[in-house]
């Protein structure tokens, strides 16, 4: 079928409700982008996951960055959007106004030179991200032993998606259907959503990022409503084993840990975390447990589980707007309210 017929199916579709979770940031913007809401049947919902790193970091880890980066002789290395993410009382952004430490780069090997460079100051790099992120953070611990630099630890945050959807299944989140995390498939292969596809009798559609991508992947969900199947149809950089020399970097430091998603609660299995042979470049991972929300009227818990849209929260344009968030799927560029914020997503 071609994409005019694919159109045509999908804004003519008459059966049961759908209702299709992405789960990548990436392709919650690309759908706002492509307007891919308004070419389909009223009887097709798509609704957001929890696909966006710096949207599920939870307060704990923002806090503890803070008191690293108010250390004296520590500097805290990041990516921009997680400056402004909310605390539990503030974001890093507000405490470098009081005087912390902070340093925004746009890769994590940026930290090596700096690090060179100022051998008597501590760097503590935020590595927050998904299985996509993680070989960077492995080829990043590789460079620091080959130089035998002493003065850079990680702070991590790094999340795994097939442990969160099986969770959000469990859970009874109310989703027909997944669309797969394009660059997440990439390192972890499209079979690593075939035991949860079979478990809960739920499709997953493995999608690019091309608006006739998206549509196609939706429409092989709405096909195959009910039925516990996989769909690569991301080929071109998909396979079913997905990047193994990039797992095995990965597994080479890190191991899979319980760790807490901001609004989730604690997912059993869907972290990873420096092993105890490489504890000297932890700067306190472990135990990051607390998410207090700075604002308790805030809702990105749902948000995040496709139970409400993100206008449904009373502070969403509000109170909060990307110039003030009060809750993290307003602050990056992936983040679900941000997206509908911005392009008028589902208005």
């Known amino acids: 079928m071609n994409l005019e017929e694919i159109k045509k199916y999908l804004a003519e579709y008459d059966g049961p409700q759908m209702r299709i979770m992405e789960v990548c940031g990436s392709h919650t913007a690309a759908i706002a982008k492509n307007g891919i809401p308004e070419m389909l049947s009223p009887k097709i919902s798509l609704v957001s996951g929890p696909g966006c790193p710096v949207c599920v970091t939870p307060s704990a880890y923002v806090d503890r960055l803070i008191k690293l980066a108010l250390t004296p002789g520590t500097t805290v290395v990041t990516f921009g959007d997680l400056i402004r993410v909310p605390g539990s009382e503030k974001s890093l952004g507000a405490a470098k106004g009081e005087g912390a430490s902070v340093r925004m780069v746009y890769s ?3 930290v090596l030179a700096m690090a060179e460079a100022e051998r008597d100051r501590e760097f503590v790099f935020a590595a927050v991200g998904f299985e996509t992120t993680a070989p960077v953070y492995a080829l990043l611990l590789e460079e620091l032993l080959e130089r035998k630099i002493t003065n850079v630890r990680l702070l991590t945050a790094i999340k795994t998606m097939p442990a969160v959807i099986d969770a959000l299944c469990a859970g ?18 499209s079979e690593a959503f075939r035991p949860l596809a079979e ?5 997953f559609g493995v999608a690019g990022f091309k608006g ?5 992947a939706i429409y092989g969900i709405v096909r195959s ?7 690569n149809l991301y080929p071109s950089v998909v396979t079913a084993k997905g990047n193994e020399a990039a ?11 319980d760790v807490v998603w901001r609004g989730l609660g604690c997912v059993s299995g869907s972290g990873l975390v420096l092993r105890p042979a490489y504890a000297r470049f932890d700067a306190g991972s472990r135990g990051l447990n607390e998410d207090r929300k700075s604002n308790k009227a805030c809702r990105c818990a749902e948000v995040l589980t496709g139970r409400i849209r993100p206008t449904d929260c009373p502070l969403y344009g509000r109170a909060c707007t990307p110039l003030k968030p009060q809750g993290a799927c307003m602050v990056s560029s992936e983040g679900s309210c941000a997206t509908w914020y911005s392009v008028g997503r589902g208005l």
């Open 247 to 257: 797992q095995a970097k990965v597994s080479r430091f890190f191991e899979p840990a």
């Open 212 to 216: 006739g991508e998206i549509l196609s």
């Open 199 to 203: 478990r809960y009798g739920i499709p």
């Open 108 to 110: 994590p090997m940026d």
């Open 225 to 231: 409503r009910g039925k516990g199947v996989v769909m």
């Open 172 to 189: 009874g989140a109310p989703v027909d259907g997944f669309i797969a995390p394009g660059h997440v498939s990439v390192i972890t292969g």
